[in-house]
């Protein structure tokens, strides 16, 4: 039977997770969610910007303070999430870091707790859901991936290398799970202004110059991220796994 197009992105009676829900994107991202339906739990390491999330946010929430980043504790973590209101149907890992060390600069702890929170936490957490969504039969998992998944920046040695490996495991999740009913895709924000991105807003012309690259001529502003988010957790994604949506305005495509 075909979707009825009145309801393609209502996600009334979904179950959705939000990992860095406390700020930025993961916070815009649960607001949304919530907005369209879904019972939202959002997770940070801040549990006073999770309490601020969910007395901003319109619709049923609930919230979990947990490090990221700390890999053993995320089947535990998965325990928690799942006893708010039910193993999750959406999972967005909104969750991440940039410690913005140059190569030279760079340390065996930089690089653990990057490629721990953007990269393993993705993997690890989704991999404790997952048993759930294939008794449904649904589910649907959005990593976040970056202008760095393909181009290298200043400063940015182990966040782009761990950005990168968020598009072939967006891929490689996708040919094991899909089949399944499980959907996943990344979400490739470009210039957007958060606490991730604050030295980069912080210089007025580095921001303008920025803004000039993009084929629209401006940076994204948070509502920019609403329509890509709602289409990859929805039915209107039937169809589309294992890609990587930039969603830059058209930085990449200059």
Request: with cysteine.
């Amino acid at each position: 039977m075909a979707a009825d197009p009145a309801t393609l992105f209502d996600l009334t009676g979904k179950i959705a997770c939000v990992t860095g829900a406390s700020s930025g994107l993961g916070r815009r991202a649960g607001e949304i969610l919530a907005i369209a339906g879904a019972q939202v739990v959002g997770v940070a390491r801040r549990a006073d910007q999770l309490e601020e999330w969910q007395s901003g946010t319109q619709g049923e929430t609930a919230s979990v303070a947990f490090d990221l980043s700390d890999r053993n504790g995320l089947g535990v973590l998965a325990t928690t999430v799942a006893g708010k209101f039910g193993a999750p149907d959406i999972v967005v890992h909104a969750a991440g870091i940039n410690t913005r060390q140059t190569a030279d600069e760079v340390t065996p702890e930089g690089w653990d707790v990057t490629v721990d929170l953007n990269l393993a936490a993705p993997f690890f957490l989704s991999q404790a859901f997952v048993p759930a969504m294939k008794k449904k039969g649904w589910g649907r998992i959005v990593n976040f991936a970056s202008l760095q998944t393909t181009r290298a920046f200043p400063g940015g040695l182990s966040y782009g290398a761990s950005k990168a490996g968020i598009g072939q495991l967006t891929r490689a999740m996708a040919e094991s799970w899909s089949c399944f009913g499980i959907n996943v895709n990344a979400i490739g924000p470009g210039f957007f202004r958060t606490e991730l991105t604050a030295a980069v807003f912080d210089d007025p012309v580095r921001a303008e110059r920025n803004a000039a690259q993009t084929c629209v001529g401006r940076n994204g502003e948070l509502q920019d991220l609403d329509g890509p988010m709602l289409f990859l957790c929805s039915d209107a994604s039937a169809y589309v796994t294992g890609q990587v949506l930039m969603v830059d305005g058209g930085f990449t495509a200059k």
